[in-house]
């Protein structure tokens, strides 16, 4: 049995500690080497069309041309005559193939520089595809890692089994960065064939915001409150609309928290951006109004330009500025939020301040106090409204059967209301 050169020791104990170090299997990083070798023993090997490389259990590395055996020649880059392949297979016969072992000085010498090259090429290639396949199915989720480097790329955060990359986009403007620093991030892409990092990570993202109130309120996590909609300009301030069915739930307190402490928590995480958690409402008059807090509206209307939806809103004087925000901020957020392009205009002296929406104010109010006491939904309570129940009282003069009649209400739904009242 051959002894093992010293470079076929070097060689075998590199792709195991490649292989350890990498998580790639041996067996994938030997059939990389030979492919990678086989490429250059193509170009070095130009006697020979058809060549294999094999690497022993030792790290021996030998050069194979596959050659058709025939009693004459004609082309020595495809064939070989029998007596010469019985030179070193003794089982050769006619118009058979051999494997005919190929001596030549570069090939060593190649061998080597390919091994090497490997390193930064399929290598990299490899320990990228089992990065992926360790964060298949995270897209969206919060990861929490330390940062490894940074470069004109951006920031390198270490997740224990995988380096994920965060580019200048994806950062907080402003927020400072520092190698070992420990950081919650968004796994935003996998990356398992492009050049590049295996992984792309924000923070700048609204679903950042959105995973951050999901980690922090149990409410959200579990159902009982939801997320309808988030507005973000990282760095600067955020709008959360949120809602729950359920009466006796307040969705923003639960956000905020026992004296702020979950929105305080998630405020700390973004660094002290601002955060605008609202209530969501069916109504777009009502969600524009809480969209567009701190600023008090005097009017909103309902307009269509073009077929894009528009909320023509009057303010007066001294809500001008607050409505539309530093920069247009606020306004800017809220229209983001709502998904309608906004119009804030100042109120004329002529205009009486919410005169023209005092009915809608006061079927918006019986509405909303029907869905509560009765325990239905906005629809339902909007349609008892529409057929003339604006208030608790108004329903227990009703009967059963007259509930039971209205179109969309039905015998359950009025059943059900009737068990609510009686409680």
């Known amino acids: 049995m051959s002894k093992m050169t010293e470079e076929q020791k070097q060689r075998m104990q590199l792709i195991d500690y490649l292989a350890k170090q990498r998580g790639v299997s041996r067996e994938e990083l030997m059939a990389m080497l030979e492919r990678t070798i086989r490429e250059a023993a193509r170009k070095a090997v130009r006697n020979y069309q058809n060549v294999e490389v094999k690497i022993d259990e030792k790290g021996g590395v030998a050069c194979l041309a596959r050659l058709m055996v025939v009693s004459k020649v004609v082309d020595p880059t495809l064939e070989i005559d029998l007596p010469t392949a019985l030179t070193k297979v003794p089982e050769a016969e006619l118009n058979q193939e051999v494997l005919w072992e190929v001596d030549t000085k570069d090939f060593g010498r190649i061998a080597s520089q390919v091994a090497r090259q490997l390193l930064t090429s399929g290598l990299q290639e490899a320990e990228k595809r089992h990065v992926v396949s360790q964060f298949m199915g995270q897209e969206g989720q919060l990861l929490n890692g330390t940062i490894s480097r940074r470069d004109k790329n951006g920031v390198w955060i270490d997740f224990g089994n995988g380096e994920g990359l965060m580019p200048p986009k994806g950062c907080i403007p402003g927020e400072q960065y520092e190698i070992n620093d420990h950081i919650t991030v968004l796994l935003k892409t996998l990356n398992p064939d492009k050049p590049g990092?295996?992984?792309?990570?924000?923070?700048?993202?609204?679903?950042?915001?959105?995973?951050?109130?999901?980690?922090?309120?149990?409410?959200?996590?579990?159902?009982?409150?939801?997320?309808?909609?988030?507005?973000?300009?990282?760095?600067?301030?955020?709008?959360?609309?949120?809602?729950?069915?359920?009466?006796?739930?307040?969705?923003?307190?639960?956000?905020?928290?026992?004296?702020?402490?979950?929105?305080?928590?998630?405020?700390?995480?973004?660094?002290?951006?601002?955060?605008?958690?609202?209530?969501?409402?069916?109504?777009?008059?009502?969600?524009?109004?809480?969209?567009?807090?701190?600023?008090?509206?005097?009017?909103?209307?309902?307009?269509?330009?073009?077929?894009?939806?528009?909320?023509?809103?009057?303010?007066?004087?001294?809500?001008?500025?607050?409505?539309?925000?530093?920069?247009?901020?606020n306004a800017r957020l809220a229209a983001k939020l709502l998904g309608w392009k906004i119009k804030i205009e100042r109120l004329s002296a002529e205009e009486p301040v919410q005169e023209e929406n005092t009915m809608?104010?006061?079927?918006?109010?019986?509405?909303?106090?029907?869905?509560?006491?009765?325990?239905?939904?906005?629809?339902?309570?909007?349609?008892?409204?529409?057929?003339?129940?604006?208030?608790?009282?108004?329903?227990?003069?009703?009967?059963?059967?007259?509930?039971?009649?209205?179109?969309?209400i039905g015998p359950e739904t009025a059943a059900q209301i009737f068990a609510t009242l009686a409680q």
């Open 197 to 329: 990092a295996s992984l792309f990570v924000t923070r700048s993202s609204a679903d950042f915001v959105r995973r951050l109130f999901e980690r922090e309120v149990s409410e959200i996590s579990d159902g009982t409150v939801e997320i309808k909609g988030v507005a973000r300009e990282p760095g600067y301030r955020t709008k959360i609309a949120v809602y729950s069915e359920q009466a006796n739930v307040d969705p923003v307190g639960a956000c905020v928290g026992v004296r702020g402490a979950r929105v305080r928590m998630i405020v700390s995480e973004l660094g002290g951006e601002k955060v605008d958690i609202i209530n969501w409402d069916p109504d777009i008059r009502v969600f524009a109004e809480n969209a567009l807090k701190p600023a008090k509206l005097a009017k909103v209307f309902v307009e269509e330009e073009n077929g894009e939806k528009v909320l023509q809103v009057r303010v007066t004087e001294d809500q001008l500025s607050l409505s539309i925000g530093k920069k247009g901020q």
């Open 360 to 408: 809608e104010q006061m079927i918006r109010q019986a509405t909303k106090l029907l869905a509560e006491t009765c325990q239905v939904s906005e629809e339902t309570a909007r349609l008892l409204v529409a057929n003339g129940y604006h208030s608790v009282e108004g329903l227990r003069e009703a009967s059963q059967e007259e509930l039971a009649e209205i179109d969309g």
